[in-house]
């Protein structure tokens, strides 16, 4: 079984990826604020991801401890959401609102194939 960091270094690397494809997309289309949103959501995307892997693993030390457990940071994961929406809001001329919460779920999209990848592989 992985540990959480090997999946979190993992899917970092793959968004790293498509972020680097998105960016490319950016530069030579025409297509500039859906690039861009897929950009912006991709990045606040992986902060969230990067959040939720903290907490978890500060929640289950607390476990271990046989201490009441700490919370998930879901109200600062929201508000990261929040943040990302009201910027492509904000500027509807740099960044698309539909591609930005695309790129927000692309993490978990990534996240959810590996996983199911790496169980058709080891099962």
Not at 14 to 29: D, E, R
Not at 37 to 54: A, D, E, M, P
Not at 92 to 104: H, K, N
Request: proline share 2%; glycine share 8%; no cysteine.
């Amino acid at each position: 079984m992985q540990t959480l960091q090997e999946i979190h270094h993992r899917q970092r690397r793959i968004v790293f990826f498509l972020l680097a494809l998105f960016v490319l997309g950016w530069g030579f289309t025409e297509w500039k604020p859906i690039f861009a949103g897929l950009i912006l959501g991709s990045l606040f995307g992986l902060y969230n991801f990067w959040i939720l892997v903290r907490r978890m693993e500060k929640f289950d030390r607390k476990i271990a401890e046989g201490k009441k457990g700490a919370t998930l940071g879901t109200a600062l994961r929201f508000a990261s959401g929040v943040a990302a929406a009201a910027l492509a809001t904000a500027m509807p001329e740099q960044f698309d609102l539909i591609s930005t919460v695309i790129g927000f779920a692309v993490p978990y999209i990534v996240l959810l194939v590996d996983r199911i990848i790496y169980h058709v592989k080891h099962f």
